[in-house]
């Protein structure tokens, strides 16, 4: 609570508040995720037949294991 207290009045005196680092991922292993996603979305058209003919659970996991994949490569 103390630091709360002490957050607000340096806050309202103008200083300026550190907040914690929120961990990013760089550009290049982004662009390699944007690529998966789009290999794997490549690969179920071709074994389903077409975009519509994917379930949605499939979808959902393909969603789950691509983020993941990105939060693991967040530093």
Same mark, same amino acid.
């Given at each position: 609570?103390k630091?709360?207290?002490?957050?607000?009045r340096?806050?309202?005196?103008?200083?300026?508040?550190?907040?914690?680092?929120?961990?990013? *991922?760089?550009e290049?292993d982004?662009?390699?995720?944007? /690529? #998966?996603e789009?290999?794997?979305? !490549?690969? =179920?058209?071709?074994?389903?037949?077409?975009?519509?003919? *994917?379930?949605i659970?499939?979808?959902?996991?393909?969603? /789950? #294991?691509?983020?993941?994949?990105? !939060?693991? =490569?967040?530093?």
């Amino acid at each position: 609570m103390k630091q709360l207290f002490e957050n607000w009045r340096k806050l309202l005196e103008g200083e300026v508040l550190d907040f914690p680092h929120q961990p990013k *991922i760089s550009e290049e292993d982004l662009q390699k995720v944007i /690529a #998966l996603e789009g290999r794997i979305g !490549e690969l =179920l058209r071709e074994f389903y037949g077409n975009t519509s003919e *994917i379930p949605i659970d499939v979808i959902d996991i393909m969603e /789950a #294991l691509i983020n993941a994949t990105e !939060e693991s =490569l967040k530093k």
